[in-house]
């Protein structure tokens, strides 16, 4: 079964996902203040996925979530597509121009 991720989960998670390269904390922080915004919450199915993610080198991150390559070996599998799927959505535009 696919449970939404408690609370004391969600924290260490996002703990973890704290990365050295900046490019990696913003889009890492785009996604979770896009989940918040939405009333979504992760599943634990996701958070292994993305756990999985965070073991690789920041370079290698980058590298996944900007599109440049896929997924290969132990990532190529269907949980850690669909986060990186989730992860590369751009973030939305504000309706006012004032507000960019």
Known sequence: MDLP???PAL??????CRRGLLEND??????????DAAGQAITTRQAD???ALMDLP???LLDLLLARRE???ELDRPDVHEVIALLR??????ANPEER
Do not use: I, T, Y
Request: proline share 6%; aromatic share 8%; net charge positive.
């Open 49 to 51: 996925a993305l756990m």
């Open 5 to 7: 991720l408690d609370s």
């Open 89 to 94: 959505q751009p973030a939305a535009r504000a």
């Open 58 to 60: 920041d370079n290698d």
């Open 11 to 16: 924290g260490k998670l996002r703990w973890r």
């Open 71 to 73: 997924p290969a070996g």
């Open 26 to 35: 913003l889009l890492l922080e785009r996604f979770f203040r896009r989940l």
